[in-house]
Nanobody, 113 residues
């Protein structure tokens, strides 16, 4: 079954950076706009941003607009979420999403204070 695969999460100190990756398993993500979401413990899933199919436009939630950037490499069929100046409140499981494609397992990000 096709699904998305996120990677790149881990433990980082406050103020640090991480780059997450998203690829398709069993399909190419190139024909899809891709969104990133996160879900912190006890909270609802939160939309972070979306990148268009060509990668020439992206949009972000106000809460992360100044610190997160989404990019894509359609040769490598990968979408990235670059995060900087991470804070403990950024601790969550991060997911990428394409329309009509099932959610993946996500990748855990833990920001230590």
């Amino acid at each position: 079954q096709v699904h998305l695969v996120e990677s790149g999460g881990g433990l980082v100190q406050t103020g640090g950076s991480l780059r997450l990756s998203c690829v398709g398993s069993g399909f190419s993500i190139n024909p899809y706009a891709i969104s990133w979401y996160r879900q912190a413990p006890g909270k609802e899933r939160e939309w972070l941003g979306t990148i268009t199919i060509t990668g020439d436009e992206s949009m972000y939630a106000p809460s992360v607009k100044e610190r997160f950037r989404i990019s894509r490499d359609n040769v490598r069929e990968t979408v990235f979420l670059q995060m900087k100046i991470l804070q403990p409140e950024d601790t969550a499981v991060y997911y990428c999403k394409a329309h009509d494609v099932p959610w993946g397992q996500g990748t855990q990000v833990i920001v230590s204070s």
